[in-house]
């Protein structure tokens, strides 16, 4: 197929080819309407941007790339430094790529190994409702990391590392029961994620329902329209906006750490306190945690050995040495200052 050029682009959508360029670089001197025009054609049409092809075009047959969608979750920063460490230790080249929130990284992978195949491929975050159609077409070996595909999918056809996500939400909410909490609401992921948020919130089910809790909708708060459910700005605006509507619950369990500290901050903006009003308990284990005031009760993932599994799968299916395998690992219940008994 031809590829598509940023001229290419504005022709389809009715636009200057500066409009295009200002829409990728997400300048705010741009109609937002036209933006998400923009954004969705490029998404259709498979368009990569110059500078990315000029870096793919730089790469040399030992890379390994790496694509993170979740840009604005610190958790996986901590990650990206372990996998650029060990590929480097392995004398490889390393390349990150974000992917958009709202990109397939499927699709993005599909256009790296267009362009110019790396040796393999890491997949930091993403969807678990990828078919066996959709994973047959990458041909560079590849590992996916903090997640794994859902049943039904041959594990012969890929390999994964990660965490049992709905058994460690379950034993989360399970914690902030036995401490006396039976108003539990869920600072969500979007309501049609299919990838963690998702397993995240089957946990959180699955607790209440075996301590005979019934499940109430209203107590999931998911994202407005278009934000990101982990970033602290979600978790401060759909927590204040639930406390502002005279609705109420006696803790919070989020979707990640980084959305409870928006949550925490909600909660002080109201005149309430963590945790003599309101508990809070966190997901992932970022080192803010432990320093935040007070610090967060949470269930830590071990990033730094996941990193590590993840590259060494990833070079044993390079080089031969076996075929695709699977690791969970188990995280860790971390109790500290952001949750109380009552």
Known sequence: MESVTIKDIARICGVGVSTV?????????????TKEMIKRVIAEHHYIPNNSARNLKRMESNTIAVLMKGITNPFFHGMIKVLEREVERKKYSFILQHVDEEADELTVALELEKEKKPCGIIFLGGAIGHTEA????????????????G?????SLYSSVS?????????????????????????????????????????????????????DEGLVLYPEKGDNPYTMENG???????????????????????????????????????????????????Q????????????????????????????DLIEGRSGNRHRIFPAELVKRESVRRI
């Open 21 to 33: 360029s200002r829409a990728l670089n997400d300048h705010p001197d741009i109609n937002p309407e």
């Open 134 to 149: 959709a994973l047959k077409q990458l041909n560079t070996p590849f590992v996916l990391c903090t997640i794994g595909l």
């Open 151 to 155: 049943q039904g999918i041959e594990k």
């Open 163 to 215: 965490i049992d996500d709905v058994k460690e939400a379950q034993e989360m909410v399970s914690y902030l029961i036995e401490m006396g909490h039976r108003r539990i609401a869920f600072v969500a992921a979007r309501e049609d994620d299919t990838a963690i948020g998702r397993m995240r919130l089957d946990g959180y089910r699955s607790a209440l329902e075996s301590h005979g809790i019934p499940f």
């Open 236 to 286: 401060y605006h759909v927590v204040k906006k639930f406390l502002e509507s005279g609705k109420d619950a006696t803790a919070f369990f989020v979707v990640s750490d980084n959305t409870a500290f928006g949550v925490c901050k909600a909660v002080a903006d109201m005149g309430k306190r963590v945790p003599q009003d309101y508990s809070v308990a966190g997901f992932d284990g970022i």
């Open 288 to 315: 803010m945690g432990d320093y935040y005031c007070p610090s967060l009760t949470t269930m830590k993932q071990p990033c730094d050995e996941m990193a590590k599994e993840a590259v060494e799968i990833l070079f």
